[in-house]
């Protein structure tokens, strides 16, 4: 199952995977290594860093989702999210959890009952066999720790550096991927034109093609070219 805490935070649909798209060897690897982790009831401790837009938020909740289809336990829990009443006992007990993942990690960093917090959840959560996935937008090297004990802690907490899509190639194919789960296909001249219409901004991107989706669906017409044009009413 998945736990929903404190409030109930939904995972969003697309958050899978095989959604994430990177050219980058090295960060498949490291990717790689993170989802074996999740197979195995080994204590893995992750932190994903990159700045907004690389799919931090993606990858987390991919987790959670991996794992809830296995039939275990998760907890996704944004750090920088005002609608809701975090405070560092919220941490207490979540060892328990085969799966934990902190969102937005920078928010809490340099005050000590979250940072102690963190660290007793993190040396639990090794010893229970269980994973945490941190996320944020800064190096470990560069947060302002206050306490000896998170930066012991964190030692043991495998780095995974993310960058954002820059290559038009490498976000057609994001889009194609999204397409795909959604149901339907995504030809590359449609994804050219996305591109060149609106932005390479994948988020933005996303969002038209939740729109295409509906369309698709309305008029049970393939995703054409001219289809696109005409939803989108360009000429």
Known sequence: ???????KIGLRDDACFETFVTEQESLAVALNALQSALKQAKGGAFYLYAESGAGK??????????VTEKGRAS???????????????VLI?????????????????????WE?????????????????????????LDWSLVTPELTKALMNVLPIKLSVLHEKEEVIMALQRHAKRLGF????????????????????????????????LVEKRRLTLPFVKKVLGHS
């Open 1 to 7: 199952m998945f736990v929903q805490m404190p409030l």
């Open 57 to 66: 938020t993606h990858l987390l909740q991919a987790a959670c989702r991996y």
């Open 75 to 89: 907890v996704y829990l944004p750090m920088q999210d005002a609608g809701l009443p975090l405070i560092p006992d």
């Open 93 to 113: 007990g979540l060892e328990q959890t085969p799966l934990v993942c902190l969102d937005d990690m920078d928010k809490i960093i340099g005050q000590p009952k």
């Open 116 to 140: 102690l917090a963190l660290a007793n959840l993190l040396t639990k959560s090794s010893v229970q066999g269980h994973n945490v996935i941190l996320a944020g937008e800064q190096p470990v």
């Open 185 to 216: 296909e995504l030809p590359v001249e449609v994804g050219n034109y996305l591109v060149k219409q609106f932005s390479s901004d994948l988020q933005e991107l996303l969002a038209v093609l939740k729109m295409l989706e509906q369309a698709t």
